[in-house]
């Protein structure tokens, strides 16, 4: 019996030991972990909690909600049918009409036939009374357009259009349709739910309900030359051709985008990256296209460019975050408020400019006799102004780009674009009367020049802040850059201003 005892004391106090041991080396782990040990330090609870797998009624209830949503938003989402008539002039029309042969023994073609082009996609009752958001591109140039309610077709007016935006507002003549409620797009944040409702591909789709997430915010993208105000929200919910216009929703059912685009690849539908316009963009567009039948934005009236590297550098720039200022118009508000050439702007109202996208989007989103705070650097030195804006004026101001095969009077081997002399028949050619400088006619493929977005027809007015009339006088300054120094050009390309920085190559 004693000696029983005894073994289990010694097994006891063990035990103990090997408790207390284990509490001081944890103890000094954690020291360890938040500082060196044997020193003060702040210790951080972990939690060490091992989640649990989640339970079919939280399945269940994520379930239930997506089937909630798409029964409260399905109703404001329609179909949109358009039809246009093209003409097709003969080929063959001209030839007959020129032979007699032919005009005396032959039945001649009939010229300019018509054919009529179907046209599918999606938009979104806003208001009971019939006013539907979709795309321009959606309505564009059609002769007919029809929404389908619960396979019914209503004739629509067009209210308005924006191409800026590819957005428009149609209206059909019906009362007491159930309107979609409008959401805030601005508060988003990626990883967000999501659903996608609209008709793709066919009528027999509509109604059609994806899922996913927000991918992204702020997304600037090469779709088409009218785009001018871009601010995407990018999605993995599936969209296809026929959903432009549809419901982007979030998890309360309300409308936060217009699904608009997909990055299709070679696969012509959805590889998971779709693009919708935000609704705080939309709603601007539509209420201004409802109550005066175009859209009224401010105007600050300065050309500018985003930043790179090599362009922060040259401008002695810590980030590269801001649109710098390639050019102020005259009599501009911009100009009235003493904006200049080389100015950095970074925020404006307290919002901070990351790119040439944010700052236009910025300034397009206050009216005309807005008073904006303008906050800029210049040479270094932060400064702040007041700009009073006006209203953005109208206008086509592109020109003609210049034809690689109007010469190589001079190669920059290195950059790799041929460059010729303003003369006052190139000039004339191509609508620059007005400007001086040395003209590209060719930019080869991959070169720095082509990395950069240097293009044929890209006239070169300054660089390094100098001037250009001439070749001589730009190989001249070319010249004194060593290799690796960074060279900031400042290009004329159509009516619009741009730098180019370029690090000199090996």
Request: cysteine-free.
């Amino acid at each position: 019996m004693t000696r029983n005892y005894k073994k289990y004391s010694i097994i006891v106090f063990s035990v103990l030991v090997g408790v207390i041991v284990g509490l001081v080396v944890a103890s000094n782990f954690s020291l360890t972990q938040n500082g060196f040990a044997g020193h003060e330090s702040k210790q951080v609870k972990v939690n060490t909690t091992v989640p649990t797998a989640t339970s079919p009624s939280d399945i269940e209830g994520t379930s239930r909600a997506f089937v909630a949503i798409a029964k409260k938003v399905t109703p404001a989402v329609v179909s949109i049918t358009s039809e246009k008539v093209i003409k097709v002039k003969d080929p063959l029309s001209n030839f007959f009409h020129k032979d007699e042969f032919f005009k005396r023994f032959f039945k001649q073609p009939e010229n300019g036939r018509e054919y009529k082009q179907h046209g599918l996609g999606s938009g979104v009752i806003v208001s009971s009374d019939g006013y539907v958001l979709t795309n321009y591109h959606v309505v564009k140039e059609a002769d007919e357009i029809e929404v389908v309610i619960n396979k019914k077709p209503y004739h629509a007016e067009v209210i308005g259009t924006d191409p800026a935006t590819d957005i428009a507002v149609i209206k059909i003549e019906k009362k007491g349709l159930s309107a979609i409620t409008l959401g805030n797009s601005e508060q988003l944040e990626v990883g967000e739910w999501v659903l996608a409702i609209g008709s793709p591909f066919d009528l027999s789709l509509q109604h059609t309900v994806t899922s996913g997430i927000i991918s992204a915010k702020g997304r600037a993208l090469s779709l088409s030359g009218e785009l001018t105000y871009q601010d995407f929200i990018q999605t993995d919910a599936a969209i296809n051709p026929g959903n432009s216009g549809g419901a982007l929703v979030n998890i309360h059912g309300e409308l936060i985008g217009i699904n608009t685009a997909i990055y299709a690849g070679n696969t012509g539908g959805n590889i998971g990256i779709g693009f919708a316009v935000p609704i705080d963009l939309a709603r601007k567009v539509m209420d201004d296209l409802i109550q005066h039948g175009e859209v009224v934005r401010g105007y600050l009236g300065v050309y500018i460019n985003s930043l790179d590297a090599e362009l922060s550098e040259a401008l002695k720039i810590d980030d590269n975050a801001g649109a710098v200022v390639t050019d102020v118009i005259e009599g501009t508000p911009a100009d009235k408020a003493g904006i200049k050439k080389y100015d950095v702007i970074i925020a404006v109202e307290g919002k901070k400019i990351d790119s040439q996208q944010s700052l236009t989007n910025i300034i397009a989103s206050y009216q005309p006799g807005d008073k904006v705070r303008v906050k800029m650097i210049r040479d270094g030195d932060s400064r702040d102004v007041t700009v009073v804006l006006e209203r953005r004026p109208g206008g086509d101001n592109t020109r003609p780009s210049v034809s690689p095969s109007d010469g190589n009077d001079n190669l920059f081997g290195d950059l790799g674009f041929e460059l010729r002399n303003m003369t006052d028949e190139l000039a004339r050619r191509y609508g620059y009367e007005d400007v001086q400088g040395v003209i590209i006619v060719n930019v080869e493929n991959n070169s720095v020049a082509h990395e950069k977005g240097m293009r044929a027809g890209d006239v070169i007015v300054e660089v390094d802040r100098q001037t250009v009339r001439s070749l001589r006088q730009l190989k001249k300054i070319y010249d004194t850059f060593e290799v690796g120094q960074i060279v900031l050009f400042q290009i004329q390309r159509a009516q619009n201003n741009h730098f180019i920085a370029i690090k000199v190559p090996e």
